[in-house]
């Protein structure tokens, strides 16, 4: 019902189909519900135009035939599923397609959902979907919980399409950002052992962390691509290294807002040409460097990186991560500069927990 609202909201229901077998329904409704919205799908596609469906989900479908066969006494396979539980979804799956001219030139793009049980994307049924379609956009549970929203597992999507779907704007900004994701997670997973990292792990995280920051989208809040190549070529340049992580989605709004008013023409020519020439390029750096002068960070002490002030050496970034745990004798505080609270007597407590001698 939610859905159908917001779609109603924005006026969109007046060209969209709903094909709904709910839970209450039988397992033949279950069964039968994709093939019907991929047949209204097909109308539209071979009357010349773009159709979208979108399967929410294809598992409850496999559960449902599986029930069928079972029923009908046929003979069960893995996890219970027929042998033929493959062609239910390939034979659906691959309705999707794009026409020549001559054929009038309509297109069908699917997008299958599915459900994995634990996380198992080694699964049976994700396993078959996943071996059908161009690529997969995994969503993990703990990213979602942690505020990282859209929740997406960047180590574990994958895409057969690759950067041909991208502009070359894009493919510039974004040529390593799945990569460097990736290892970002892998490091921050092993920060959280209390391991001393070096100074070149320790900036991979504090930027890492400012680039998933920026990544969060709001639900219904997309965003130009032009406004993606400057966003992403920010964080990626260092740009916003010497700000706090929580100040990293405030920066790259303001400064999408700052090219709108005072460099329009830098937004022009990605929208228009799909390109980053040299010289866009060149326009665009000093337009974030100008920026990042009137930029006002929000901070606490001048040091860390829950407040960082714009004095301090992108270098001499503290990130969070773990960092409370780790030590390194070039942080070791001298004899007599600590806090008061330092300085204290230690208690029975702290006299418990220090080393035998």
Avoid: C
């Amino acid at each position: 019902a939610e859905v159908v609202e917001t779609l109603r909201d924005n006026g969109a229901l007046e060209y969209t189909v709903i094909v709904n077998a709910s839970a209450s329904d039988p397992a033949p409704f279950q069964y039968l519900a994709p093939y019907a919205g991929a047949a209204l799908g097909a109308h539209w596609m071979y009357d010349g135009q773009a159709a979208l469906i979108v399967y929410d989900d294809l598992s409850k479908q496999a559960t449902a035939y599986r029930t069928l066969s079972l029923l009908l006494r046929r003979p069960p396979g893995r996890e219970a599923y027929p042998g033929d539980v493959f062609y239910l979804h390939s034979r659906l799956l691959e309705r999707a397609a794009k026409l020549n001219d001559e054929l009038g030139g309509g297109s069908l793009t699917a997008l299958p959902i599915i459900e994995t049980k634990g996380g198992d994307v080694s699964a049976y049924i994700p396993t078959n979907v996943i071996s059908i379609t161009d690529g997969q956009i995994y969503l993990e549970p703990e990213l979602f919980f942690s505020g990282v929203r859209p929740a997406i597992n960047v180590g574990i999507s994958v895409s057969r399409v690759g950067g041909a779907a991208q502009i070359k704007a894009m493919k510039k900004v974004a040529g390593r950002l799945r990569i460097d994701l990736a290892q970002f997670r892998a490091l921050e997973a092993f920060a959280q052992f209390g391991s001393e990292l070096d100074k070149a792990s320790q900036q991979q995280l504090s930027r890492g962390a400012r680039v998933v920051e920026i990544l969060k989208q709001p639900q219904y809040q997309p965003a130009p691509v032009e406004r993606q190549v400057v966003m992403i070529y920010a964080a990626t340049g260092g740009y916003l290294d010497a700000h706090p992580v929580a100040d990293a989605k405030r920066f790259v709004t303001g400064l999408t807002e700052y090219l709108d008013t005072r460099n329009q023409e830098i937004l022009e020519a990605i929208r228009s040409t799909g390109e980053l020439s040299e010289e866009t390029e060149a326009s665009l750096k000093a337009a974030i460097e100008a920026y990042a002068e009137t930029f006002v960070p929000t901070g606490e002490d001048t040091g860390s990186e829950s407040g960082l002030g714009r004095t301090t050496p992108p270098d001499e970034v503290k990130p969070d991560v773990g960092w409370d745990r780790m030590s390194s004798a070039e942080d070791d505080e001298a004899p007599g500069e600590g806090t008061q609270e330092q300085q204290e007597e230690p208690g029975p407590a702290d006299t418990a927990d220090a080393p035998a001698q």
